[in-house]
Structure formats: structure tokens, C-alpha cells
């Protein structure tokens, strides 16, 4: 069984980017404007 990575890091971007960092070293960009873009918010 795959294990998930720990996130280490969370830095913003621009308006709705989201930098995560992972234990490994891995780092990728998480797009929120999906998101933000519910009636919720």
C-alpha cells in the first residue's frame, strides 16, 4: 500500500494559488479558484 506524503509546507501564490511542499521534496501548485468559485464562498 502506497503511502500518502506528509505536507511540510503550504505557501501562497497568486490570488488562488497554493504552493505545497511534501517531506519528500516535491512541491506542486494547487489551483483553488474551482473552489472559491462555489456559492459557498
Known amino acids: 500500500m ?3 506524503p ?5 505557501k501562497t501564490g ?3 494559488l497554493l ?3 511534501f517531506e519528500c521534496g516535491t512541491e506542486k ?3 483553488c479558484s ?3 468559485a462555489r456559492p459557498e464562498f
Do not use: E, G, N
Not at 6 to 10: C, V, Y
Open 34 to 36: 474551482k473552489l472559491l
Open 14 to 16: 497568486d490570488k488562488t
Open 6 to 10: 506528509k505536507i511540510t509546507a503550504i
Open 19 to 21: 504552493r505545497v511542499t
Open 2 to 4: 502506497q503511502q500518502i
Open 29 to 31: 501548485l494547487y489551483d
